[in-house]
C-alpha cells in the first residue's frame, strides 16, 4: 500500500479488511473558502478544508454536506497523521420511485376507493407485488391493478439519504483536531463566455466587454470560494447529463473596475483565469463576472454572399441572402491581444436616433492572439443577389460546363461593398469572368465588388464560365 496521504476510490476494497464497526465522526457543516476550478465543459475541481476531531486509530469520517454530482472516483483526502484506506459514497435520493422499489415484497397501507361509496375512501394493508410500470398489490387473497389515493409506508429505507454523504476509513496517529484537505471533481458547475460589442456612429470603431457567466445547476453552493476559470477543450469522458433549468439569476454590478477583472495566464493547451475576489456560488443560479474590456478597437463592416454548387443543371433565378460580418482582429494594436475563449458575442449599433438596437448576435470559437474574429449578424435587408444558370453543357461523364449571371442590387443610398463565393466541388477552372476574382481555397472563387445605389434599377452583374470535374 502506498504511504501516500491520498487515494482513490479503488482503495474502497480495503475497507473490507477493517473492523465492521468503526468510531463514527460526522462532520455535517458547509465550509466556506473552498478553491474551485471551473472548466467549460461542465466540471469543476474543489479543494476545501474540513475541520474534523479524530480519534485515535480506525475511524470512519463523514461528511454529510458533499454534491450530489461529486464524481466518487476523484476524491483525494489528506491530514497529517493521518491514513486513509477507503471511501463511501451514498446518494439515493429520495424519490416516489426510489421509495417504492424497497418495498416490492413488503407490507404497506393503501388508501383506496371504497366500493361501496363513490365519494369514500378505505385503509386497506396490502403487500407490494410490483412497481414496474403502475405499482401492483395483494390485498387480502386478491391483486389489486387500478388507482388508490395514496400509500403510506412504515419508515423510510434505510438506504435512502435525504442528501449525498461521503464517509472516509482512516487510521489515525493521534487523536484531536485535524484539518482534512478534501479535493474531488464534481457536474453541474460550467462558465461560458458573453461578449457584448456596442458599434460607434462611424461603424469602423467600437467597444468590446467580456463577461464570465458561472451556472450552477449542481444544487451545492458554494461561500467565499476562490475561483479559477479554464478556458479550453480538455477531453473527458461521457458523463450524464445534468439537470436543466436555473432557479435564480445573479449578476455582479457592470460597473467592475480593471482592478477586479481575472488575471489570465497560460495552463499546458489552455488558458486560466484568476478571479481575485472571493466568489458566492448559489446552488442553482448564475453569476456574472468582467473579464475583460477593450473601449476602443477597430471593425471593418461587409457584406458576404455565399453560393455552393453542385454539378447539375438549373432553371430560373436563384435568390441568395446577403449577410451582414463584421471583423476584428484579436491584435494589441486593435486593444486586443489576448485570448477570448469561445462564446456568444451581442451586437449592438446605434439607430437614426443615436438609440442602440440589438444588430445580432454571432457565436465565436476560441480565438488566440493574433486571430481573427469574424461576426455573422443577419441578413441584409437592402442589398439583394440573384443568380441565374444562362449555359450548362456536358463534357465528359464526370465533366460539366456552367456559366452564370449574377445580378447585385442595392436598395441604400451609398455604394455597398460585398463578397461573392461560389464553392464547387472537385476540380474546376475558370474559363471566362468580367469581373475579376480570387481563390482563397481550393474548392472557391471570391468577387469583391463595389456595389453603386441601384436607384434606376440596374443591378450589378458578373458573368462567368466554369468547368468542373468530379
Do not use: C
Not at 453541474?188 to 456596442?198: H, P
Not at 461603424?203 to 451556472?215: F, I, K, M, Q, V
Request: no cysteine; net charge negative.
Amino acid at each position: 500500500m502506498s504511504k501516500s496521504n491520498t487515494f482513490n476510490f479503488f482503495a474502497l476494497v480495503l475497507s473490507l479488511a477493517l473492523p465492521l464497526a468503526l468510531p463514527a465522526v460526522s462532520h455535517g457543516a458547509g465550509t466556506t473558502g473552498a478553491a474551485l476550478a471551473v472548466y467549460n465543459s461542465g466540471r469543476a475541481l474543489v479543494e476545501e478544508t474540513r475541520s474534523v476531531t479524530l480519534p485515535k486509530g480506525p475511524a470512519r469520517v463523514v461528511f454529510k454536506d458533499v454534491p450530489a454530482t461529486l464524481e466518487p472516483g476523484s476524491v483525494r483526502a489528506s491530514a497529517p497523521g493521518m491514513r486513509v484506506l477507503g471511501l463511501e459514497y451514498a446518494s439515493q435520493p429520495i424519490t416516489v420511485q426510489s421509495l417504492l422499489d424497497r418495498y416490492v415484497g413488503r407490507e404497506l397501507t393503501v388508501i383506496l376507493p371504497d366500493p361501496a361509496d363513490a365519494t369514500a375512501r378505505t385503509l386497506r394493508k396490502a403487500t407490494l407485488l410490483s412497481n414496474e410500470g403502475a405499482p401492483i398489490f395483494l390485498v387480502g387473497d386478491e391483486v389489486y391493478v387500478g388507482s388508490y389515493e395514496a400509500l403510506l409506508l412504515p419508515e423510510l429505507p434505510a438506504d435512502l439519504t435525504r442528501e449525498p454523504t461521503l464517509a472516509l476509513l482512516t487510521e489515525n496517529e493521534n487523536a484531536g483536531k485535524q484539518d482534512v484537505r478534501l479535493t474531488y471533481l464534481m457536474g453541474g458547475l460550467t462558465w461560458r463566455a458573453d461578449y457584448t460589442l456596442t458599434v460607434g456612429p462611424s461603424g469602423d470603431s467600437g467597444s468590446l466587454d467580456a463577461w464570465a457567466t458561472l451556472e450552477n445547476q449542481s444544487g451545492y453552493s458554494h461561500s467565499g470560494a476562490a475561483l479559477k476559470l479554464v478556458a479550453g477543450d480538455v477531453r473527458q469522458a461521457p458523463a450524464p447529463r445534468m439537470a436543466k433549468g436555473l432557479m435564480m439569476t445573479r449578476a455582479m454590478n457592470e460597473g467592475m473596475d480593471s482592478a477586479a477583472q481575472p488575471v489570465e495566464e497560460s495552463f499546458s493547451e489552455y488558458h486560466v483565469y484568476t478571479v481575485e475576489q472571493p466568489v458566492d456560488l448559489p446552488g442553482s443560479g448564475m453569476v456574472q463576472l468582467s473579464l475583460f474590456s477593450a473601449p476602443n478597437v477597430t471593425l471593418a463592416q461587409e457584406l458576404s454572399s455565399r453560393f455552393q454548387s453542385g454539378i447539375g443543371q438549373m432553371s430560373g433565378p436563384v435568390k441568395q441572402a446577403a449577410d451582414l460580418t463584421l471583423r476584428l482582429d484579436n491584435i494589441e494594436k486593435n486593444g486586443l491581444g489576448k485570448p477570448m475563449p469561445a462564446g456568444l458575442v451581442r451586437v449592438f449599433m446605434p439607430a437614426s436616433d443615436k438609440r442602440l438596437l440589438l444588430a445580432g448576435e454571432s457565436q465565436v470559437g476560441h480565438v488566440g492572439r493574433g486571430g481573427e474574429i469574424r461576426l455573422t449578424l443577419g441578413r441584409s435587408f437592402d442589398v439583394a443577389v440573384t443568380r441565374t444558370q444562362t449555359g450548362f453543357a456536358r463534357l465528359g461523364k464526370n465533366s460539366v460546363e456552367m456559366t452564370w449571371r449574377i445580378e447585385v442590387q442595392n436598395g441604400k443610398k451609398a455604394p455597398q461593398a460585398i463578397s461573392l463565393t461560389d464553392g464547387y466541388p472537385g476540380q474546376w477552372t475558370v474559363t471566362a469572368a468580367d469581373q475579376a476574382y480570387t481563390t482563397p481555397d481550393s474548392g472557391s472563387l471570391q468577387f469583391d465588388l463595389t456595389v453603386p445605389p441601384s436607384h434606376d434599377g440596374k443591378p450589378t452583374v458578373v458573368n462567368y464560365t466554369v468547368q468542373v470535374t468530379y
